[in-house]
Nanobody, 123 residues
C-alpha cells in the first residue's frame, strides 16, 4: 500500500478553476493506477477520473469530460486533477485513491485512500 495526501481544495465561484494534487508516498508509486473520486452530501461516492501508471490511459466520468484533466508526475510522486469551468454540482469532498489494479480503482475498491479535500463551488 501507499500513503496519499490531497491538497488544493477550496471555495470558488461557478466557472472558476481549481487544481487538486495528490502526493503519494511509496517507492513503487509508479506502478500504481490512481483515481480521483468525489462524494457530495447525501450522495454516493463516484469516480471522477483515473490514470494508468504510465499516464498513457485516462478515464473520465461523463459529467466532467472536457472540463477536468488528470495527469501524473512519477518523478514527483504526484497526481494532479485540473478542474475548469466548475459548477455548483461539482461541490464535494474529493479523494484520491491508488491500487496496483486499475479495475480495483475504477470500481471504488482501491487499497489506499487519502483523507480528502473539500471543493465548494458557489453559484
Amino acid at each position: 500500500q501507499v500513503h496519499l495526501v490531497e491538497s488544493g481544495g477550496g471555495l470558488v465561484q461557478a466557472g472558476g478553476s481549481l487544481r487538486l494534487s495528490c502526493i503519494v508516498s511509496g517507492r513503487t508509486f509508479r506502478q500504481y493506477y490512481v483515481g480521483w473520486f468525489r462524494q457530495a452530501p447525501r450522495k454516493e461516492r463516484e469516480i471522477v477520473a483515473g490514470i494508468s501508471w504510465t499516464g498513457s490511459m485516462t478515464y473520465y466520468a461523463d459529467s466532467v469530460k472536457g472540463r477536468f484533466a488528470i495527469s501524473r508526475d512519477n518523478a514527483a510522486n504526484t497526481v494532479t486533477l485540473q478542474m475548469n469551468n466548475l459548477q455548483p454540482e461539482d461541490t464535494a469532498v474529493y479523494y484520491c485513491a491508488a491500487d496496483l489494479s486499475g479495475s480495483a480503482v475504477r470500481s471504488g475498491s482501491a487499497g489506499s485512500w487519502g483523507q480528502g479535500t473539500q471543493v465548494t463551488v458557489s453559484s
